[in-house]
Structures are given as C-alpha cells and as structure tokens.
C-alpha cells in the first residue's frame, strides 16, 4: 500500500537555527500539505501546495516557514530561525483530491 | 475554529460496535463530513467520508442525519487497535483546503 513518508522522525535543533522537514508523497497525487501539532494540542493546518505554488495557508504560516518541492518526489518544510514554540510534530500529507494521506510525522525539538 | 462537536471520551467493549456521535449544525449544503483517527501520536488516519448518504466501507459506516446536522461513525466489531482519538472534520470536496481538526473523540476499547 502506498504511504507518505518523512525524515527524520525525530530532528534537534538550537533555537535560532534552520531546519529542513522533508517528506515523500504518494507518486501519484497533486495535493500536498503540512500540518504541525504542539505536544497535547489539537492538529492544526499550516500549507497545502497544488501546481508548484502555496494554495492556502494559515495564519500560523508566517515569513519564517517556506515550502518547497524541489524535484518530482520531495516536498519540504523549511523553519528559517527556529523558536522554542516550534517544537512540535509536524505532519505531511498528500491527496489525489478527496481525502488526504498523512505521514508519520517528524517531531521537531527546539532547544 | 472546528464546525463540529463531539464528547471528549468514550469507552467500548472489545467486540462490540462503538458509535461516535457528532454534531455539525452550521455544516453548509456543499461540505462533507470526514472522519479520521489518530493513534497515539501517528498521523491521522482517514477512515471515511460522505455528503448526504450513508456511507461503509472495510472500516466503518458513517451515517448522516437527513437534515444533515449530525452523524455517527460506526466501528462494527472493536478491537483494542481501535483505542485512537477519532476527529469529526467539516470540509469541501478536498482539494488544496486544509483540514480544521477539533480536539476529537478518545475512543477506548476495553478489553
């Protein structure tokens, strides 16, 4: 059965520091997206991506994050200066249209 | 915010059908009801979807009130792999829309 895949599970960073989220979408679908969830919150929405360009994003998705899908296969989160209150799990997902297809997640821990 | 509301937890027997209950009174003509479930700290899980009709498949039902304001999912024989939070989810047709996940329903399976 087809999955999204995402490395790494687990990343450390130091506050202030870049860091690259990446994921793997299923081969065939058109939509991706990113959705982070802080420890014992709810799931929250970041971006979603369709045709090489962002289709929507949340207000959480401010001037610090960026995605890219930088050949056929990668899709990526990027955190320009990290902040403590990004430590999260942060999900991808993709979807041909209906329903989406979520990852395992990368559980990002800002120091 | 979420357009649903669903009881924060719920316990069923091993065997039994578990029915989750959710009320979506502001749900517009064109959106669907999705269900997903999230086990542990994985990522979310589509289970089912539908519009107007009832729905199954090797997962679950879901069944949809006539006037549309609410809906159940059905899990017909739990198991102890079923224990997850279960997220009730108002939306278009997919696409590049984001998903507006509430706190969900946590589902216990006793065995």
């Known amino acids: 059965e087809p999955e999204v895949t995402q490395t790494p599970s687990h990343q450390v960073t130091q506050m202030g520091q870049e860091v690259i989220l990446r994921c793997v979408p299923i081969s065939n679908h058109l939509y991706f997206y990113w959705y982070r969830q802080i420890l014992g919150q709810k799931v929250e929405f970041l971006v979603s991506f369709y045709n090489n360009e962002i289709s929507e994003k949340s207000e959480i998705f401010d001037d610090q994050f960026s995605v890219e899908r930088p050949d056929g296969s990668n899709f990526t989160l990027k955190i320009r200066s990290t902040k403590l209150e990004d430590s999260a799990m942060y999900f991808c997902a993709s979807s041909t249209r209906v329903w989406q297809f979520f990852g395992p997640g990368t559980r990002l821990t800002v120091l | 915010d979420a357009k649903t509301t669903q009881p924060t937890s719920m316990d069923c027997a091993e065997g039994r059908a578990a029915n989750l209950p959710c009320n979506h009174s502001t749900i517009s003509g064109n959106e669907y009801v999705y269900w997903y479930r999230q086990i542990h700290s994985q990522g979310p899980q589509y289970i089912i979807h539908?519009?107007?009709n009832n729905e199954t498949n090797e997962m679950a039902s879901l069944i949809i009130t006539e006037d549309r304001k609410s809906s159940t999912l059905i899990l017909p024989h739990a198991t102890l792999r079923d224990t997850a939070v279960y997220y009730c989810i108002v939306g278009s047709g997919g696409g590049a829309d984001g998903l507006t996940f509430g706190k969900g329903t946590h589902l216990i399976i006793q065995p």
């Open positions: 539908g519009l107007k």
